[in-house]
């Protein structure tokens, strides 16, 4: 049985692609940590004030003093605030781009078979609108999950050094709202797993139907067409739906009760107070610093969506790149003694089905060569394989005494010209168009039709100079 994948945790993948700019990821939460430690300081000073007004404390000029020292506080705690997701958007735009230039590498040195096996929308969808979606992860998570979950720590640890049965009643609510989340995520994976595959769908059909509209229109298919469009949009609305459906209740019952600390806080510090256990002083300052210990949890809970999502997304981009490469070495072993063909036992399948059993061809150097036969029955298929497209099962291609397999990609395709049966044109000038065929000039096939083509560019950029 096939060992199942280990799943990284969402830090393994953020690391995994920061790469160069870890170290200002490693700068923007130090700037969060440090623009907590400034949020904290008003939350003391509060509790100080409201501890000398108790005491009768009749200075005004210390009030003013730590009403400053408030200011500045959460002045210094907005510039860090500010320094830390600066830093962070700009790595992560950074990484966002870096991810899409290696997705995109890894493309063209994959086997053709496997890039048509993906459907385009799909495809499409993770390069632009998924990876995108990293962005909240990456720029706001990283520094703000740190910080938020740094601030109730250390005013939790100062509390302890108060009272700690205070301490200790300030998380009472915490434990019931942590039952309400795990509810929540209970069954979490399928309907997620639901989601991302009807908008996978959703962008498959969509591409679908852009792709196909002239056959469509032709053939006077629109309406069910669209209708086919319109289902795809239908059930992916609804699985969002249900989703959110079966996580309302226990959400809205956590965000409701974790923020609850006065319930337990109140009774219990009132009664501590009357019974002389706990200072009044000490008591109200207990009161300021739990009303913000909670809501930065609630913010890190905020959070569990965007990890669960941007974790799915890392994982779907890790087993692209993970996806099996051209057996090509990066530098050629061999050089090419002349440009003859030469098929060994080719077998070749695509899928399960195999549709080449052990072709033996050679074609001179020089020589004009045609492959006829009906359809299907193998003649694309042997100049895709010739262009290196895909890699043979079984069995062996030499151009000029060398295997294919020895040499670079570079070297190879400077030495082979594949014209296909299907047109494609880039969103560019035709001029443009024509110049992706420049490596035409410096290569050297069998066939006549490479140098009707070379001639058809020169042709044609002679056109557009004229025209220009």
């Not at 920061?18 to 700068?27: E, H, L, M, P, V």
């Not at 000029?400 to 030495?415: K, P």
Request: glycine share 6%.
């Amino acid at each position: 049985m096939e060992e199942k994948k280990k799943q990284k945790s969402i830090f393994n993948y953020i690391f995994q692609f920061a790469g160069d700019f870890k170290s200002k990821y490693i700068a923007s939460v130090i700037f969060a940590f440090i623009g907590v430690i400034f949020s904290l300081v008003p939350y003391l000073l509060m509790g100080d004030i409201v501890k000398r007004l108790i005491q009768g404390e009749s200075d005004f000029s210390i009030y003013l003093k730590e009403s400053g020292i408030m200011a500045v506080c959460w002045i210094l705690r907005v510039v860090f605030h500010t320094l830390s997701t600066n830093t962070s958007h700009k790595a992560t735009f950074l990484v966002i781009g870096n991810v899409r230039i290696a997705l995109c590498d890894k493309l063209s040195r994959l086997p053709l078979g496997t890039v048509l096996d993906t459907p385009s929308g799909s495809m499409k969808n993770i390069i632009v609108e998924r990876v995108d979606s990293m962005e909240p992860v990456l720029a706001h998570v990283v520094p703000e999950f740190t910080s938020n979950i740094a601030a109730p720590i250390l005013m939790f640890i100062y509390l302890l050094t108060i009272d700690w049965r205070m301490a200790l009643l300030s998380l009472a609510t915490l434990p019931v709202a942590m039952v309400c989340m795990a509810v929540m995520f209970k069954d979490y994976e399928t309907p997620f797993r639901r989601t991302q595959e009807t908008t996978k769908i959703l962008n498959d059909t969509a591409v679908e139907y852009i792709n196909g509209i002239e056959v469509i229109k032709a053939f006077g298919k629109a309406e069910s067409s669209y209708q086919k469009f319109v289902d795809a949009a239908k059930d992916n609305a609804e699985s969002f739906i249900d989703w959110m459906k079966s996580c309302i209740v226990p959400f809205a019952l956590a965000m409701v009760i974790a923020p609850s600390t006065m319930l337990a806080v109140l009774p219990v510090g009132a009664i501590f107070t009357i019974k002389g256990s706990l200072a009044l002083t000490d008591f109200v300052m207990i009161i300021v610093l739990a009303c913000g210990l909670v809501a930065p949890l609630i913010t890190v809970m905020g959070y569990n969506d965007d990890i669960g999502k941007a974790t799915s997304i890392f994982g779907e981009i890790d087993d692209i790149l993970a996806l099996e490469e051209l057996n090509r070495p990066e530098k050629s072993k061999a050089v090419p003694k002349n440009h003859s063909i030469e098929l060994s036992d080719v077998h070749f399948g695509y899928k399960e089905k195999e549709v080449l059993h052990g072709i033996n061809l050679t074609i001179p150097d020089g020589s004009v060569t045609a492959l006829v036969g009906p359809s299907g029955s193998g003649k694309s298929t042997v100049a895709r394989l010739i262009a290196s497209l895909w890699d043979v099962k079984n069995g062996s291609i030499k151009i000029g005494g060398v295997d294919i397999r020895d040499m670079s990609l570079d070297d190879y395709n400077s030495q082979i010209a594949y014209v296909s049966q299907d047109n494609f044109l880039f969103d560019t000038t035709i001029r443009e168009n024509i110049r992706m065929g420049k490596g035409l000039y410096h290569c050297y096939s069998v066939m006549p039709l490479v140098k009707e083509a070379q001639q058809g560019y020169e042709n044609m950029i002679q056109y557009c100079k004229c025209r220009n």
